[in-house]
């Protein structure tokens, strides 16, 4: 596996419009993007710090994954995602190591990434995604 | 504030040794230091991947903040570190614009670094450190 960066980290917030004004006027940080992510029930809110994205989640139902994250453990970081050159190829290569997928295969993420993610029982509790650019 | 880049991502482990394997087996990143911090109660175990270290944390006393989180929130993100030019410049900075201070000025981290902690409950669940090199 040829992990090159973190591609981003994703952060679970109740409000973006909130969270934005930390970032921007206390960290400094641009929002160069905002964007709803239809199946995954979040509004999500770019800022770019050196490699690294900070993507900021909101949940836009109470059917979300992220609004069910804040119930449970409060706002903060919700996953991580490594830059790989092959997505699929990594998938298989961590479940070939034993590690449970939530994706079986790459589909589409935010900002038109192919992405999947690894189950976080199998990762020491990070939720852990790969990304790939088309 | 000029954050340069994420410098590490501090996770909160039960056992480096079991961690280890996972990082360093599955996602094929190598870990380059072992390093015990005294003050803070924690062994801690560095991998780097792009710009930013992962810096896995296993608490060696259960007075640790390491320990404590774990027992609250389970395994997972502990903090996120954002290198800087200035620590205590971007402590003001922030302590200025409202923001609860950890650490009114810099101290001694892990390698050597200078750091700073702002206090999780103004940056929206995340606890946020600062660091520069010396």
């Known amino acids: 596996?040829?992990?090159t960066h973190i591609e981003h980290i994703g952060i679970a917030v109740k409000s973006i419009d909130e969270a934005k004004s930390y970032y921007e006027d206390v960290?400094?940080?641009e929002c160069y993007a905002i964007e709803e992510v239809e199946d995954q029930?979040?509004?999500t809110a770019f800022f770019m710090v050196g490699q690294t994205k900070i993507e900021l989640l909101e949940a836009?139902?109470?059917?979300?994954?992220v609004a069910k994250f804040i119930e449970k453990k409060?706002?903060?970081?919700?996953?991580i995602a490594f830059a790989v050159d092959d997505v699929n190829k990594s998938?298989?290569?961590?479940?070939?190591k034993g590690i449970k997928l939530i994706d079986k295969e790459k589909r589409k993420g935010a900002e038109g990434l192919n992405i999947g993610f690894l189950h976080p029982k199998f990762t020491l509790?990070?939720?852990?995604?790969?990304?790939?650019?088309?």
């Open 125 to 134: 509790g990070v939720l852990t995604e790969f990304c790939e650019k088309q």
């Open 60 to 65: 836009t139902s109470d059917e979300s994954p």
């Open 74 to 79: 409060g706002q903060g970081v919700h996953h």
């Open 1 to 3: 596996m040829n992990l």
């Open 41 to 43: 029930k979040v509004k």
């Open 27 to 29: 960290l400094g940080l």
């Open 91 to 96: 998938l298989k290569e961590a479940e070939n």
